[in-house]
């Protein structure tokens, strides 16, 4: 299993623009041809106790795995 991340920074951790990261993240791994392997996580790397702080940072991770062999 591996896990595609990406991080989110300022207002753009805030909701609901950080939709777009979730959705960036998906699109990523289905795009790929990967399965999810699992649900996503949300990880405050800093966060200031603001929503809209710039130096907030949330790193959005979505594990996943080869697609399955559907032929068999």
């Known amino acids: ?3 595609r ?3 989110v920074e300022g207002e753009a951790a805030t909701f609901p623009r950080i939709l777009g990261g979730y959705d960036d993240v998906a699109d990523w791994i289905t795009g790929h041809g990967f399965a999810f ?3 996503v996580r949300l990880v405050q790397r800093r966060w200031t ?5 710039p130096d907030n940072c ?3 991770a979505w594990p996943f795995d080869e697609p399955a062999d559907e032929s068999r």
């Open 58 to 60: 949330l790193e959005i």
């Open 5 to 7: 991340e990406r991080d």
């Open 37 to 39: 392997a699992g649900p």
């Open 1 to 3: 299993m591996r896990r």
């Open 49 to 53: 106790g603001t929503p809209d702080h």
